[in-house]
């Protein structure tokens, strides 16, 4: 079955960086765009990033801009997301998803929260 698995959050101070990666499985990953959402406490889930299924075209919420970066490894199965100059306002829980998304593929998520 499809699975998406999410990993690499923490705690990181304002100015600091992470990097999430998303491992596919289930699915023949190369022929999706990829995407991460976040969803912050009370709030609704919004787009991130997204990136073709080549990786040649890639999207950002205007929030991110210069600051996070969308890849992908297509040998790997594998969506990452670079974030640096974390800011409080990025404290969220970050999902990867196709792109549109599909509802059964929602996973578990990361926690990401920046503060000192």
């Known amino acids: 079955q499809v699975q998406l698995v999410e990993s690499g959050g923490g705690l990181v101070q304002p100015g600091g960086s992470l990097r999430l990666s998303c491992a596919a499985s289930?699915?023949?990953?190369?022929?999706?765009?990829m995407s991460w959402y976040r969803q912050a406490a009370g709030k609704e889930r919004e787009l991130v990033a997204r990136?073709?299924?080549?990786?040649?075209?890639?999207n950002y919420v205007d929030s991110v801009k210069g600051r996070f970066t969308i890849s992908r490894d297509n040998v790997k199965n594998t969506v990452y997301l670079q974030m640096d100059s974390l800011r409080p306002e990025d404290t969220s829980v970050y999902y990867c998803?196709?792109?549109?998304?599909?509802?059964?593929?929602w996973g578990q998520g990361t926690q990401v929260t920046v503060s000192s």
């Open positions: 289930g699915f023949t990953f190369t022929n999706y765009p």
């Open positions: 998803n196709t792109y549109p998304t599909r509802d059964d593929y």
């Open positions: 990136i073709s299924n080549r990786g040649m075209t890639k």
